[in-house]
Nanobody, 125 residues
């Protein structure tokens, strides 16, 4: 059974940094996509970033390019999202998700098969 567990959220001041972790287990293949999404109450889930576990290809939303970095540690089955220069508009619940067979449209939540429980990120002074 696939499980995804996020951690690392919290409260940070504007301009600060946080690193989110997504620990994955239960996969029977080494080739899948892990995506990070975020969602505010009453809004659609937004794709933030994605990484391919097979070749390491990475993808970013324009709103986070240059500030966020996604990476993976295959030995630990963990994907990280390093978030720098955080802004108040980055405040959301962040979710990691797994697409077992890749994703043609990485930022579409419909491409993903499994989801974590989410972790709150709040950027405020």
């Amino acid at each position: 059974q696939v499980q995804l567990v996020e951690s690392g959220g919290g409260l940070v001041q504007p301009g600060g940094s946080l690193r989110l972790s997504c620990a994955a287990s239960g996969f029977t293949s080494d080739h899948y996509f892990i995506g990070w999404f975020r969602q505010a109450p009453g809004k659609e889930r937004e794709g933030v970033s994605c990484i391919s576990t097979s070749d390491g290809s990475t993808y970013y939303a324009d709103s986070v390019k240059g500030r966020f970095t996604i990476s993976r540690d295959n030995a630990k089955n963990t994907v990280y999202l390093q978030m720098n220069n955080l802004k108040p508009e980055d405040t959301d619940v962040y979710y990691c998700a797994a697409a077992l067979f890749g994703a043609r449209v990485w930022f579409s939540s419909y491409e993903y098969d499994y989801w974590g429980q989410g972790t709150q990120v709040t950027v405020s002074s």
